[in-house]
């Protein structure tokens, strides 16, 4: 059990810290890009996985100070890999509340600017859930950032409720299919056909697809086959610290 008062000292004490999964471009087979995965480094407890505190966070209001503790790592990692000679785009998941904080794109783009980082290296993940709780302040907070020159996807996609026709008039550029099709495509028909539906339906609309949640090396052939644009998942590592990053980075390329 965590408590609101912990949870908002761990987020001043900087014990919130941003673990990083590699995104393969399945054209190039170069690591693209990388998703930020919170990860509270808890003292006595050991590392703490989100699903223990991302709820209490939106409940109490401190998500907004944690996605921006997560937002000013993500940007000073991405800085500091630009620097370094290997730039990767790094992507953050905002949380429905953040979605609907109107304030979110003025902020965003201070942050930007205050780790001189290109608007375009930053990428950030919404689901349709998160949409659907207040629609109208959603698509304006998305078409703002997007007016930032940020990227913009959707996860978890096929799980939630937002209708194609709703979903297709939002400014993203990306759709993430869940890994549950993904994790089932090669026992499963059903699934193969919902993934490749996905694929197809993304490029139609001018959409680049990644998939999570590939497990296997049978997995990553079959999406490149189907010509999925990106994967992401167990088979190429989970989320790292940013200091073992480019020993991953080799092994994979
Ligand atoms: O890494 P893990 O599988 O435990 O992630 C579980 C969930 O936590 C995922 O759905 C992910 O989107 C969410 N999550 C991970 N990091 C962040 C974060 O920085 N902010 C928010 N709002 N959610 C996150
Ligand atoms: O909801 P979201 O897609 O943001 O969740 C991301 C989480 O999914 C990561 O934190 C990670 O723990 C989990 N994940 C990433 N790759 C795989 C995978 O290949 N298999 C499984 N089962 N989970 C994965
Ligand atoms: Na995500
Ligand atoms: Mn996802």
Redesign the pocket.
Known sequence: LVLHGELRRAVAAGELR?HYQPQVCLRTGRVIGVE???RWEHPRRGLL???SF?DLAEQTGL?RE??DA?LVQALADSRAWADAGRPLRVA????AR?LGDLELPGHVAALLRDAGVAPGALEL?ITETAVMEDPARAREVLRQLRLLGVGLSV??FGTGHASLAYLSQLPVQTLKVDRSFVMGMLTDAGSRTIVKAIIGLAHDLGLRVVAEGVESVATWRELTALRCDEIQGFWLGG?IPSAELPALVAAVE
């Not at 953050?92 to 949380?95: C, E, G, K």
């Open positions: 941003l930020g995965l919170v996985l989100p699903g991302i998500i944690l996605t997560v953050v998941n905002l949380s953040s993940e996860d978890d989320a």
